[in-house]
């Protein structure tokens, strides 16, 4: 349950607010992913990265940043958000995408982020 | 790219029944097929996994089935409990080594 921490749990925010939210994992891996989980789109993958490198977005609007600084952290920069994208963010890590046995994602336990 | 279909959206069952959830696939490449359990407010979590060269594979009460021609896969919990009550959702990852999630199948199991 602690291999994959998220901060904040609880977030927030007005339309003008900047916040960032944060990702760690403590398992040695080296691909990391952002996810949206709302009720119409269950889970939107958003961001990838492998080896501190992006490999994926999957058409973010620029309100979302991300940033992943090495391979045990990750943010995700808002700002400038709408209503709409009041939902639970999730982070998740795999230890090497495309190597058999190591495809598993860990999810974090996701930052409820909801935008006045 | 890959798209992944799952049904039922909705399965309400009586304790001790089994439960059935299914999910289709497009992306031949695709072979490594997970299935994650998330119940009301935790994180998803990995509950059974299947790889392409593999038709079943069973853990307790779990159980997933793969027809590759047919492209789909199915998760089975037989003797359901009011623990199993979450969401199960299916991921497909193929090719791009990035997962392709389904919609989700919420589980209600009723003692």
């Known amino acids: 349950e602690t291999g994959v921490t998220q901060t904040p749990r609880h977030l927030v925010m007005g339309m003008t607010n900047k916040k960032s939210l944060k990702c760690e994992q403590h398992?040695?891996?080296?691909?990391m992913y952002w996810y949206k989980q709302s009720a119409k789109k269950p889970l939107e993958l958003m961001f990838v990265?492998?080896?501190?490198?992006?490999?994926e977005n999957n058409s973010v609007p620029s309100r979302f940043s991300p940033e992943c600084p090495n391979s045990s952290h990750l943010f995700l920069h808002l700002h400038t958000l709408q209503p709409e994208d009041s939902a639970l963010y999730l982070c998740?890590?795999?230890?090497?995408?495309?190597?058999?046995?190591?495809?598993?994602?860990?999810f974090g336990p996701g930052t409820r982020l909801t935008v006045l | 790219g890959e798209n992944v279909e799952q049904h039922p959206s909705t399965l309400s069952v009586q304790e001790g029944d089994s439960a059935v959830i299914k999910c289709t696939y497009s992306?031949?490449?695709?072979?490594?097929f997970p299935w994650y359990k998330q119940e009301l407010g935790k994180r998803p979590q990995l509950i059974i996994d299947?790889?392409?060269?593999?038709g079943e594979k069973k853990d307790q009460r779990i159980a997933v089935t793969l027809n590759k021609t047919a492209k789909h896969f199915s998760l089975h919990i037989t003797e359901t409990q009011p623990e199993d009550s979450a969401v199960y959702f299916c991921?497909?990852?193929?090719?791009?080594?990035?997962?392709?999630f389904g919609r989700g199948t919420s589980l209600i199991v009723h003692p």
């Open positions: 998740a890590s795999s230890q090497d995408p495309g190597l058999a046995g190591t495809d598993t994602q860990y």
């Open positions: 398992l040695g891996h080296n691909a």
């Open positions: 990265y492998n080896f501190k490198e992006q490999t």
């Open positions: 992306d031949s490449a695709s072979n490594y």
């Open positions: 299947i790889r392409s060269n593999v």
């Open positions: 991921a497909s990852t193929g090719g791009s080594y990035i997962p392709t």
